[in-house]
């Protein structure tokens, strides 16, 4: 019902920026909550920051203070900041959308900070 279309990812070297947009398309009245995921090799998983509709934000203690996540609902739009990254950022990241009981995913971005 909700494919999500990612893009923004990259090479950055550390201390540099990045912005990660993801655009929702499909069948579904309204997205409840929206997110970015992130996996390193041999690792699980794992949630980077969160953004519900209303515009509530949960972030990764370890992104606190360098991501901004935001989204614009009538757009079915969410973006994510990344600001100071750091080598341990690298990741693929991924677009999450929560449409009631059901999640979906993005097919994932490649993101690597190295000098």
């Known amino acids: 019902q909700v494919q999500l279309v990612e893009s923004g990812g990259g090479l950055v070297q550390p201390g540099g920026s990045l912005r990660l947009s993801c655009v929702a398309s499909g069948s579904f009245l309204s997205i409840n909550d929206m997110g970015w995921y992130r996996q390193a090799p041999g690792k699980q998983r794992e949630l980077v920051a969160a953004i519900t509709r209303g515009g509530l934000t949960n972030y990764a203690d370890s992104v606190k203070g360098r991501f901004t996540i935001s989204r614009d609902s009538a757009k079915n739009t969410v973006t994510l900041q990344m600001n100071s990254l750091k080598p341990e950022d690298t990741a693929v990241y991924y677009c999450?959308?929560?449409?009631?009981?059901?999640?979906?995913w993005g097919q994932g971005t490649q993101v690597t900070v190295s000098s």
């Open positions: 999450n959308a929560r449409v009631y009981y059901r999640n979906y």
